[in-house]
């Protein structure tokens, strides 16, 4: 085993916990846009997205403080396209997603070998991301 990189790790999980923040922000926007008639299982999707980004910040944040880190009062920078076609939507979720699952990514390169309980952490969460990503190809498949 290798010896952890604290600070990195810590910096990376900071970025883990803004991103999800703002994964609060932007699902719970999501769910307030959708309009048609499939609004009511869309808008259920949406504002569960929204409830596992706050869960997955809090599990961050609980790491961060018992690595001695200071949790981040910010959130990461949103756009606002002000294109809110269900299309739209999804299309920016799928974009969201796959960024997140970079950053969880950048976590498991920073852990690998250094600590067993970050790496499986950063594992599922991985698996997490790329099953939403999975779930919007789907979702977006009708629209093609």
Do not use: C, W
Not at 4 to 14: A, G, R, S
């Amino acid at each position: 085993m290798q010896e952890l990189d604290k600070q990195k790790t810590i910096d990376i999980l900071n970025a883990i916990m803004e991103f999800e923040l703002a994964g609060v922000v932007r699902y719970t926007h999501y769910s307030l846009m959708v309009t048609g008639p499939n609004r009511i299982p869309i808008v259920n999707f949406f504002k569960a997205q929204a409830s596992e980004s706050l869960l997955h910040a809090q599990q961050v944040g609980e790491i961060l403080t018992g690595l001695d880190g200071h949790p981040s009062l910010k959130i990461a920078p949103m756009e606002e396209t002000y294109e809110h076609t269900v299309k739209n939507i999804l299309a920016e979720s799928l974009f969201h997603e796959n960024k997140a699952l970079d950053l969880y990514k950048t976590l498991l390169g920073t852990v690998s070998n250094a600590s067993i309980y970050l790496e499986e952490f950063a594992r599922g969460m991985i698996g997490q991301e790329e099953m939403h990503s999975l779930e919007l190809k789907k979702m977006l498949r009708d629209f093609s």
